[in-house]
Protein backbone atom coordinates (compact mmCIF):
# COMPACT_ATOMS: atom_id res chain seq x y z
CA UNK A 1 0.00 0.00 0.00
CA UNK A 2 0.97 3.62 -0.91
CA UNK A 3 0.01 6.56 1.56
CA UNK A 4 -0.43 9.96 0.19
CA UNK A 5 -1.27 13.19 2.93
CA UNK A 6 -3.77 15.25 1.37
CA UNK A 7 -2.55 19.20 2.28
CA UNK A 8 -4.69 21.73 3.15
CA UNK A 9 -3.97 25.52 3.93
CA UNK A 10 -0.26 26.33 4.37
CA UNK A 11 0.96 23.26 4.02
CA UNK A 12 -0.74 21.36 6.55
CA UNK A 13 -1.74 17.83 6.67
CA UNK A 14 -5.33 17.63 6.40
CA UNK A 15 -5.92 13.45 5.93
CA UNK A 16 -3.55 10.97 5.14
CA UNK A 17 -5.29 7.97 2.31
CA UNK A 18 -4.02 4.54 1.25
CA UNK A 19 -3.52 3.38 -2.60
CA UNK A 20 -3.30 0.56 -3.94
CA UNK A 21 0.01 0.30 -5.49
CA UNK A 22 -1.17 -0.82 -8.36
CA UNK A 23 -3.08 2.86 -8.73
CA UNK A 24 -0.01 4.35 -9.37
CA UNK A 25 1.77 2.18 -11.68
CA UNK A 26 3.41 4.25 -15.52
CA UNK A 27 3.47 2.79 -18.43
CA UNK A 28 6.53 0.39 -18.06
CA UNK A 29 4.83 -1.17 -14.74
CA UNK A 30 6.92 1.18 -12.43
CA UNK A 31 5.71 2.76 -9.15
CA UNK A 32 5.22 6.62 -9.67
CA UNK A 33 3.92 9.31 -7.63
CA UNK A 34 2.90 11.62 -10.04
CA UNK A 35 0.42 8.89 -11.45
CA UNK A 36 -0.67 8.54 -7.89
CA UNK A 37 -1.35 11.95 -7.47
CA UNK A 38 -3.20 11.75 -10.50
CA UNK A 39 -5.74 9.04 -9.74
CA UNK A 40 -6.11 10.78 -6.27
CA UNK A 41 -7.70 13.91 -7.88
CA UNK A 42 -9.59 12.25 -10.50
CA UNK A 43 -11.57 10.71 -7.59
CA UNK A 44 -11.30 12.64 -4.54
CA UNK A 45 -11.71 15.92 -6.53
CA UNK A 46 -8.45 17.20 -4.74
CA UNK A 47 -5.58 19.05 -7.08
CA UNK A 48 -2.86 16.26 -8.08
CA UNK A 49 -0.25 18.65 -6.07
CA UNK A 50 -1.83 18.67 -3.04
CA UNK A 51 -1.34 15.12 -2.44
CA UNK A 52 1.63 13.90 -1.71
CA UNK A 53 3.38 10.74 -0.74
CA UNK A 54 4.85 9.54 2.48
CA UNK A 55 6.11 6.48 3.50
CA UNK A 56 4.28 4.67 6.77
CA UNK A 57 7.37 3.30 7.89
CA UNK A 58 9.52 6.36 8.48
CA UNK A 59 9.98 8.45 11.47
CA UNK A 60 12.76 10.59 12.92
CA UNK A 61 14.62 10.45 9.59
CA UNK A 62 15.14 6.92 10.06
CA UNK A 63 13.08 3.91 8.44
CA UNK A 64 12.08 1.20 10.72
CA UNK A 65 13.74 -1.60 8.79
CA UNK A 66 16.72 -0.18 8.00
CA UNK A 67 15.54 0.76 4.64
CA UNK A 68 16.10 4.24 3.13
CA UNK A 69 13.94 7.10 5.31
CA UNK A 70 11.27 8.60 2.76
CA UNK A 71 10.21 12.31 3.67
CA UNK A 72 11.74 12.05 7.17
CA UNK A 73 8.04 10.97 8.90
CA UNK A 74 5.05 9.43 8.34
CA UNK A 75 2.89 12.56 7.73
CA UNK A 76 0.32 12.48 10.18
CA UNK A 77 -3.03 14.94 10.55
CA UNK A 78 -1.71 18.55 11.50
CA UNK A 79 2.04 17.92 10.28
CA UNK A 80 3.03 20.43 7.80
CA UNK A 81 4.70 19.47 4.69
CA UNK A 82 8.01 21.32 3.99
CA UNK A 83 8.81 21.30 0.21
CA UNK A 84 11.77 22.78 0.40
CA UNK A 85 13.60 20.15 2.48
CA UNK A 86 11.23 17.45 1.97
CA UNK A 87 10.42 16.77 5.35
CA UNK A 88 7.00 16.09 6.93
CA UNK A 89 7.05 17.88 10.39
CA UNK A 90 5.12 17.51 13.37
CA UNK A 91 3.99 20.35 15.37
CA UNK A 92 6.58 22.42 16.80
CA UNK A 93 6.70 22.02 20.78
CA UNK A 94 7.84 24.98 21.85
CA UNK A 95 8.67 28.28 20.20
CA UNK A 96 11.71 28.21 20.67
CA UNK A 97 12.58 24.72 18.88
CA UNK A 98 14.18 24.53 15.52
CA UNK A 99 14.39 21.98 13.07
CA UNK A 100 16.74 19.45 12.98
CA UNK A 101 16.47 18.40 9.15
CA UNK A 102 18.72 15.01 9.81
CA UNK A 103 16.69 13.93 12.55
CA UNK A 104 13.57 15.20 11.07
CA UNK A 105 12.52 16.13 14.55
CA UNK A 106 12.26 19.39 16.50
CA UNK A 107 15.26 20.50 18.95
CA UNK A 108 15.52 22.51 21.53
CA UNK A 109 17.56 25.74 21.30
CA UNK A 110 20.01 24.11 23.72
CA UNK A 111 20.39 20.56 22.94
CA UNK A 112 19.04 17.19 24.65
CA UNK A 113 18.03 17.10 27.97
CA UNK A 114 20.92 16.46 30.26
CA UNK A 115 21.42 12.02 30.90
CA UNK A 116 20.43 11.30 34.63
CA UNK A 117 22.84 10.43 36.72
CA UNK A 118 23.62 7.01 37.87
CA UNK A 119 22.32 8.14 41.18
CA UNK A 120 19.39 9.34 39.86
CA UNK A 121 18.61 5.87 37.46
CA UNK A 122 18.74 4.06 40.32
CA UNK A 123 16.29 6.25 42.77
CA UNK A 124 14.07 5.55 39.88
CA UNK A 125 14.14 2.01 39.87
CA UNK A 126 12.58 0.46 42.40
CA UNK A 127 14.23 -2.30 44.13
CA UNK A 128 11.96 -5.06 44.29
CA UNK A 129 7.90 -5.69 44.13
CA UNK A 130 7.40 -4.35 47.72
CA UNK A 131 9.53 -1.12 47.12
CA UNK A 132 8.73 1.13 45.04
CA UNK A 133 11.34 3.96 43.45
CA UNK A 134 12.05 6.83 45.86
CA UNK A 135 11.95 9.26 42.95
CA UNK A 136 10.64 10.10 39.19
CA UNK A 137 13.74 12.22 38.36
CA UNK A 138 13.15 13.63 34.34
CA UNK A 139 14.41 16.89 32.42
CA UNK A 140 11.25 18.87 31.34
CA UNK A 141 11.74 21.82 28.97
CA UNK A 142 11.39 25.19 30.75
CA UNK A 143 10.50 27.80 28.05
CA UNK A 144 10.41 30.81 29.79
CA UNK A 145 14.02 30.16 30.55
CA UNK A 146 15.20 28.11 28.35
CA UNK A 147 16.47 25.80 30.21
CA UNK A 148 15.96 21.81 31.04
CA UNK A 149 14.68 21.57 34.25
CA UNK A 150 15.11 18.68 36.71
CA UNK A 151 12.26 17.50 38.35
CA UNK A 152 10.85 14.84 40.41
CA UNK A 153 7.29 13.78 39.84
CA UNK A 154 6.99 12.06 43.48
CA UNK A 155 8.12 15.09 44.92
Same mark, same amino acid.
Given at each position: MAHFAKLGANSKVIQVLTLNNGDMLNADGVEDESVGQQYLETHNNWPAQMWIQTSYNT *? +? +???? *?? +?? &? %?? +?NYAGIGYTWDED??? %? #? !? @? @? !?? &? *? #??KHNASASWKSPIGDAPALTAEQESQNTPVDENTPATHSWSYVWNEANTTWDLTDALA
Open positions: *S +G +GQHN *SG +GT &A %FR +GDQI %F #W !P @K @K !PY &A *S #WV
